[in-house]
Structures are given as structure tokens and as C-alpha cells.
């Protein structure tokens, strides 16, 4: 049985490893993809996007996602950062030209990610084909975060695990909301 100590060492092998990893056109792509979802850019253009093209659904999905990323923003950056202080992956496994965004906040949750699964989470039951195109970039941002330096795997599961919560509460209080026939 494992101990606190093996998933510790497991989960800095983990980041070791996938800092050093990845062919060069990968080291050219992350930057894209971490500016895209810095401030949540991406997300906030992606909701604009789909309430202004897909008439009722696309607007219902937009505000879902915009509320449960919200949510899961305030959950991973305003509670969970504030309770667990842990340091970042160690300068030396990072690229240089990586270390200068390096923010300097709690590494353990993502907040990015946490808002990434968040508003796919919620915007897949509202329109599971857009939700599948925002999950495939969810999935991107996580590893990205991992990838750059910026976060160990276990910061990016519970990142995810965060956003994926506060999709199902927005779910759940939408639902609570909607009007019942007797």
C-alpha cells in the first residue's frame, strides 16, 4: 500500500519527466496555449463566440460555462491556494524561457485548469458537441501547465476535479431553478 511519501515522489517523477518532455514543436505551441488561457482569454472568447452564433443553446451553454468557471476560480484561487501553500516545481527542472510567467501563487490547485474543466464540465450537457471541442482544450491547458514548469500533476488533477465540481453545482442549481409541472 502507498504511503503520503510514494505519491510525493511519484508525483515529482511525473513532473520531472513531462517538464523534459515533448518533441520541439511542442516548446513552440505551450506559449499559445497558456497565453489562451491566461486572465481565462479563451474561455471569455469562446462563451462570446457561442452566445452570439448559437442562437438559444449556444447562449444557455455560454453563461453555464461562464458561471461554473467563475465558481470554480473562486473555489481553486480564493479557498483552496489560501489553504495549501505548496511550493512550485523546482526552478532548475524548467526551461529558462519558461521561468519569466512563472506566477508566484500557491502551485497546488491549478486555478487554470480548474476554470478550463469547469467550463467544458458545464458546457458539454448544454451542447455536447461544443463541450467536446472545449474539453479537448481543457485537456491541452492542463497539460500545458504541467509541461511549462507551472504546476506538478497532482496541482492539475485536483484543478481539474475543482472545475469539474463546480460544473455539476451550476448543473445542479440550474435544475433547481427550472420550473416543475405538478
Do not use: Y
Given at each position: 500500500?502507498?504511503?503520503?511519501?510514494?505519491?510525493?515522489?511519484?508525483?515529482?517523477?511525473?513532473?520531472?519527466?513531462a517538464?523534459?518532455?515533448?518533441?520541439?514543436?511542442?516548446?513552440?505551441?505551450?506559449?499559445?496555449?497558456?497565453?489562451?488561457?491566461?486572465?481565462?482569454k479563451?474561455w471569455?472568447?469562446?462563451?462570446?463566440?457561442?452566445a452570439?452564433?448559437?442562437?438559444?443553446?449556444?447562449?444557455?451553454?455560454?453563461?453555464?460555462?461562464?458561471?461554473?468557471?467563475?465558481?470554480?476560480?473562486?473555489?481553486?484561487?480564493?479557498?483552496?491556494?489560501?489553504?495549501?501553500?505548496?511550493?512550485?516545481?523546482?526552478?532548475?527542472?524548467?526551461?529558462?524561457e519558461?521561468?519569466?510567467?512563472?506566477?508566484?501563487?500557491?502551485?497546488?490547485?491549478?486555478?487554470?485548469?480548474?476554470?478550463?474543466?469547469?467550463?467544458?464540465?458545464?458546457?458539454?450537457?448544454?451542447?455536447?458537441?461544443?463541450?467536446?471541442?472545449?474539453?479537448?482544450?481543457?485537456?491541452?491547458?492542463a497539460?500545458?501547465?504541467?509541461?511549462?514548469?507551472?504546476?506538478?500533476?497532482?496541482?492539475?488533477?485536483?484543478?481539474?476535479?475543482?472545475?469539474?465540481?463546480?460544473?455539476a453545482?451550476?448543473?445542479?442549481?440550474?435544475?433547481?431553478?427550472?420550473?416543475?409541472?405538478?
Amino acid at each position: 500500500m502507498g504511503t503520503k511519501a510514494d505519491l510525493h515522489d511519484g508525483d515529482r517523477l511525473l513532473a520531472r519527466r513531462a517538464i523534459g518532455w515533448g518533441p520541439p514543436w511542442l516548446r513552440r505551441v505551450a506559449p499559445a496555449v497558456e497565453e489562451a488561457a491566461e486572465h481565462t482569454k479563451l474561455w471569455l472568447a469562446t462563451a462570446a463566440a457561442m452566445a452570439a452564433l448559437g442562437g438559444w443553446r449556444g447562449r444557455t451553454a455560454a453563461a453555464a460555462g461562464v458561471a461554473a468557471m467563475a465558481m470554480a476560480q473562486v473555489l481553486s484561487n480564493g479557498v483552496a491556494k489560501q489553504m495549501c501553500h505548496r511550493r512550485r516545481p523546482p526552478r532548475e527542472w524548467v526551461p529558462p524561457e519558461e521561468l519569466q510567467d512563472r506566477p508566484d501563487s500557491s502551485s497546488f490547485p491549478s486555478g487554470h485548469t480548474a476554470a478550463a474543466f469547469a467550463f467544458a464540465g458545464a458546457v458539454t450537457p448544454v451542447w455536447p458537441a461544443a463541450g467536446t471541442a472545449c474539453g479537448v482544450s481543457a485537456v491541452l491547458v492542463a497539460a500545458e501547465r504541467v509541461h511549462s514548469g507551472a504546476h506538478f500533476p497532482s496541482d492539475v488533477a485536483a484543478g481539474g476535479v475543482i472545475g469539474l465540481a463546480a460544473a455539476a453545482l451550476i448543473r445542479g442549481a440550474t435544475d433547481l431553478l427550472r420550473p416543475r409541472a405538478f
